[in-house]
């Protein structure tokens, strides 16, 4: 708390974290206010850059913080060091939540939507026209249309899907389990509010009912809007219940047995350090969603990029074997995202390589699944091909 209260801390540790980013601080001012009782009100301060500066206003009642970096791109391109610079100050100061917005100056397009794979990569794709964007009860979500992608939805500026290449996502998350099921009559899938993940299941004909419990309502309302070439009527669909809750809190309190249980959530850890499905990545969830599987059931979930975030693809993998008897881990580039992304199938018994490469198209055939853009019977075996880099990560009485 006392960096939001005194200014003479505040301006040494702006002034570190300038020198750690290569950038060059030239001035500062910092000043410390009061409320009428005296009691302290916040800081506010300034940071002179050769680059340009940096902002600081800080609400210790409220324990937040604005952070706004400027950099000049004139003689040389400063952005690597400013995110930089931004990553240290939110760290730092350990936000709960965390909200940004980049914005690119002097460019003759509308912008870039930017995915942070690391501190230090970033993926950007240009966006023609910005459609909507708004502050939910929990999260920012934008819709923006890009040349590359469609239309895509971002939240808290984290690419989540797009229009033209959806399907490497939805259709790896959902058919490698679901066709190692002989026969998913329920699903639940906790987050999915763009629909994706309902629509591929429904493609499986025995399917009979779907909990779709997604905890931003938002979601759900903005991908029904601007997104129906991604669930194509799916969310509307008699068999997708829709319950708009935490999803460990449904597990939890939940009695019911799914043939298929989906985390279809935003990224496992966001850059900022926080997330909403922080709740659903710990081993207590994975032993509550083991409990709510029939017996040849699997839960499906993504892991993040084994490249940029290997301590996160790990742990997930570790924190997953001791829940569930059997795991399986796969990976799919999805463009969209920029790297490689790791998935995995988690199960009581039923193995997804187990299956044959005849068998797995013969249950194709007969689902009527043979439209698929990505999936099919040699996807399914080559998508759990593991080299070597991906073994060194995993836990090895699983796999």
């Known amino acids: 708390m006392s960096l939001f209260l005194e200014a003479d801390l505040l301006s040494a540790f702006v002034a570190s974290c300038v020198k750690d980013t290569g950038l060059t601080l030239v001035g500062e001012k910092y000043v410390s206010f009061s409320n009428p009782d005296q009691s302290p009100a916040g800081v506010t301060g300034t940071a002179l850059l050769a680059e340009s500066h940096v902002a600081l206003h800080t609400w210790p009642e409220l324990k937040a913080v604005t952070l706004d970096v400027y950099v000049c791109n004139f003689t040389q391109d400063n952005s690597v060091k400013a995110r930089q610079l931004l990553e240290l100050l939110i760290q730092r100061f350990d936000p709960a939540r965390c909200t940004r917005q980049e914005l690119q100056r002097g460019s003759p397009q509308p912008g870039l939507a930017t995915e942070q794979l690391s501190t230090a990569t970033h993926y950007r794709t240009q966006v023609q026209q910005r459609i909507m964007q708004t502050q939910s009860q929990f999260q920012q979500i934008e819709i923006a249309d890009t040349?590359?992608?469609?239309?895509?939805?971002?939240?808290?500026?984290?690419?989540?899907?797009?229009?033209?290449?959806?399907?490497?996502?939805?259709?790896?998350?959902?058919?490698?389990?679901?066709?190692?099921?002989?026969?998913?009559?329920?699903?639940?899938?906790?987050?999915?509010?763009?629909?994706?993940?309902?629509?591929?299941?429904?493609?499986?004909?025995?399917?009979?009912?779907?909990?779709?419990?997604?905890?931003?309502?938002?979601?759900?309302?903005?991908?029904?809007?601007?997104?129906?070439?991604?669930?194509?009527?799916?969310?509307?669909?008699?068999?997708?219940?829709?319950?708009?809750?935490?999803?460990?809190?449904?597990?939890?309190?939940?009695?019911?047995?799914?043939?298929?249980?989906?985390?279809d959530l935003t990224d496992p850890l966001s850059p900022d350090g926080s997330s909403l499905a922080a709740t659903c990545m710990t081993e207590d969830f994975f032993r509550q969603c083991c409990a709510r599987l029939t017996t040849q059931g699997m839960l499906v979930m993504h892991l993040g990029s084994p490249f940029y975030h290997p301590q996160r693809y790990r742990d997930t993998l570790h924190k997953l074997a001791a829940a569930f008897p059997l795991i399986r881990p796969y990976s799919v580039f999805i463009p969209l995202y920029g790297a490689e992304w790791g998935m995995a199938v988690a199960s009581l018994a039923a193995d997804p390589i187990a299956l044959t490469g005849s068998t797995v198209k013969k249950r194709i055939e007969h689902r009527g699944l043979q439209n698929c853009n990505y999936y099919n019977e040699q996807t399914h075996q080559a998508l759990f091909a593991i080299p070597n880099y991906l073994r060194d990560l995993m836990p090895d009485q699983k796999i």
Do not use: W
């Open 147 to 263: 040349r590359d992608f469609g239309r895509i939805m971002r939240i808290d500026q984290a690419m989540m899907t797009s229009e033209k290449d959806e399907f490497f996502y939805h259709e790896n998350l959902v058919h490698p389990a679901a066709i190692t099921h002989p026969e998913p009559k329920t699903a639940l899938i906790i987050g999915g509010g763009d629909g994706g993940s309902s629509r591929q299941l429904l493609k499986h004909p025995s399917i009979e009912r779907i909990v779709l419990c997604e905890i931003d309502e938002e979601v759900v309302s903005i991908a029904r809007e601007y997104l129906p070439s991604i669930h194509q009527g799916a969310l509307n669909d008699a068999k997708v219940e829709h319950v708009y809750t935490d999803g460990f809190a449904y597990v939890q309190n939940s009695d019911e047995q799914f043939d298929l249980i989906l985390l």
